[in-house]
């Protein structure tokens, strides 16, 4: 993919943060962006903002229609849309977890398949999913955020060897701790409640969890990865962006013994 010639780019979860760093610098450097919400505030300059619920087949088929029918063709897609869910596990209901699973990995399935027939056609295109160090890492409290992004990994993978015969490129970018506002609308598990027996280590835990957000990296470093990613003929499964300790931390978990590992991070988190 050459980075060089303008491209349509779709971004969802593009109302703050990580989607809406990637949407500015994209459109800043010559492409035309369409930026996703479930609820699409004032229209930013530079860019387009669309409605779009990735929980509902409905709401997908619309908005990429939408950017079809203006554009012609979308060439590269940002799977953003994500929220987290802390708790721990046993305090998670069912439908707790569905809701997860249905924005942070359905809603990346659902995009996909709406956007492959045009990129097929085309011979073209470039998927970028983001994921997480969580995606590598099960985190403590937050096992069903980890466990989409596990999910989202393992589908990127499959997806990557079926669609290379037609030209299309998938990857993941998996940044760390970034500041952005998931540590503000982080959702908690109804059973995290007082009455957990698990309430003591969970809130100690979260209160190192939100520490290392807000000391994160900045969003830019994940948007300039994206840019950089447009630029390449070739792209790799994996991106790693953060903070190099984070970075090196989840590397260790493929050289070290695994109850060694386990411990480091049982150690970080207070348990």
Do not use: W
Request: with cysteine.
């Amino acid at each position: 993919m050459n980075g060089t010639e303008g491209k349509i780019v779709l971004v969802t979860g593009a109302s703050s943060g990580i989607g809406q760093a990637c949407a500015e610098l994209l459109s800043a450097r010559g492409h035309t962006v369409y930026g996703t919400s479930r609820k699409p505030a004032a229209e930013p300059q530079g860019y387009r903002m669309l409605e779009l619920d990735v929980t509902r087949d409905d709401s997908v088929r619309r908005a990429v229609d939408t950017v079809l029918e203006r554009e012609g063709r979308v060439d590269v897609v940002v799977n953003n849309a994500g929220f987290a869910l802390a708790g721990a596990i046993e305090d998670t209901s069912l439908e707790e977890a569905q809701r997860q699973l249905d924005t942070n990995f359905f809603g990346v399935l659902r995009v996909c398949k709406a956007v492959l027939p045009g990129m097929r056609a085309r011979g073209s295109g470039l998927i970028v999913n983001v994921s997480s160090l969580g995606g590598m890492v099960g985190l403590p409290f937050q096992g069903l955020y980890s466990a989409s992004k596990f999910a989202l990994e393992g589908l990127t993978e499959s997806l990557r060897q079926e669609v290379a015969a037609f030209g299309i490129q998938v990857a993941l970018v998996q940044p760390g701790d970034v500041r952005t506002a998931i540590t503000d609308n982080r959702v908690r598990a109804r059973g995290a409640d007082s009455g957990s027996v698990y309430q003591e280590a969970f809130e100690a835990a979260l209160r190192i969890i939100e520490k290392e957000e807000r000391a994160g990296a900045h969003v830019d470093t994940v948007a300039r990865q994206v840019l950089e990613l447009m630029t390449r003929k070739q792209v790799a499964v994996r991106y790693a962006v953060g903070h190099l300790s984070q970075r090196l931390l989840a590397g260790t978990k493929a050289v070290l013994p695994s109850r060694v590992f386990e411990r480091i991070l049982m150690s970080y988190y207070g348990l």
